[in-house]
């Protein structure tokens, strides 16, 4: 992904992000911004704006995550397309360098600004949920009882990035980017960050309760109602387009563990 170029403030109003306004012959061209901060734990709400009409080869991205060979990283990956053509949403988490957990949806219209939610917890609740518009898409559950490694350990930061990637974005790269169609713009507004903010080795959250001065600190030991349940179902029947966990021709030695895992530890 294109490295990070600005910092992200939580009272961030509105930030844009160009691609290909200068220089349009590197396939690697893009933008992006991290957090200042780091986070282990939390709420974290963005609302985005795609790049509107003929998008195909970009990817606007929006994500956590450590570094390192054996990092952490819950992303979502706006896979741009063609005039008229929903973008499809990519989603994956990687726990200790270990990803290959990807899930697809269609998206929406990029006229309006889409409401990102990702929460990330593991203290009370463990689990990992995406939610766009307010209704959850997608939960990663901890699964560590039967070996399987959950990001609760690495404290993340926040980063986004608007890039050309048309060997594989759109159509598996067989639509690629159209460079007179430049600058390509995405859009960023309203972020909040109700989480744990790592700093000096240590977690501004206790052992029991997040210190935020935010009284919205449900998500601390947050898992979805049953309504929530039939709701992330129902977008996962009508809008998923790819899931790993049913792909046996990709995992033919059976699929990961974490996809037939019934509890979590």
């Not at 600005?6 to 061209?29: E, I, M, Q, R, T």
Request: net charge negative.
């Amino acid at each position: 992904m294109a490295s990070p170029t600005s910092n992200l403030s939580p009272k961030l109003l509105l930030l844009s992000l160009l691609l290909g306004s200068f220089v349009v012959a590197s396939v690697a061209s893009g933008s992006g911004f991290q957090s200042q901060d780091e986070y282990l734990f939390g709420k974290i709400d963005m609302q985005l704006k795609l790049v509107p009409g003929n998008s195909a080869g970009t990817v606007t991205a929006y994500y956590l995550s450590s570094q390192g060979p054996t990092h952490d990283e819950i992303d979502f990956e706006f896979l741009g397309n063609l005039s008229g053509d929903p973008y499809i949403l990519h989603t994956n988490v990687f726990s200790q360098g270990k990803g290959n957990r990807e899930q697809q949806f269609y998206s929406g219209s990029t006229l309006l600004p889409i409401s990102t939610h990702i929460l990330f917890s593991g203290i009370l609740s463990a689990l990992c949920n995406f939610s766009v518009d307010g209704t959850p898409i997608r939960e990663f559950k901890n699964s560590e009882s039967i070996g399987v490694p959950y990001p609760k350990n690495q404290p993340m930061r926040i980063y986004s990035s608007l890039w050309n990637a048309d060997d594989w974005a759109t159509r598996g790269g067989l639509v690629k980017t159209d460079w007179s169609l430049a600058p390509f713009t995405a859009s960023y507004r309203n972020f909040n960050a109700n989480a744990c903010v790592w700093s000096s080795g240590s977690s501004s959250c206790s052992s029991n309760s997040p210190s935020s001065t935010s009284t919205n600190d449900g998500w601390y030991s947050q898992e979805l109602d049953s309504t929530s349940q039939e709701r992330m179902k129902w977008v996962q029947k009508n809008y998923m387009i790819y899931n790993y966990c049913t792909d046996t021709k990709r995992f033919p030695q059976g699929l990961p563990l974490e996809c037939t895992a019934t509890t979590t530890s």
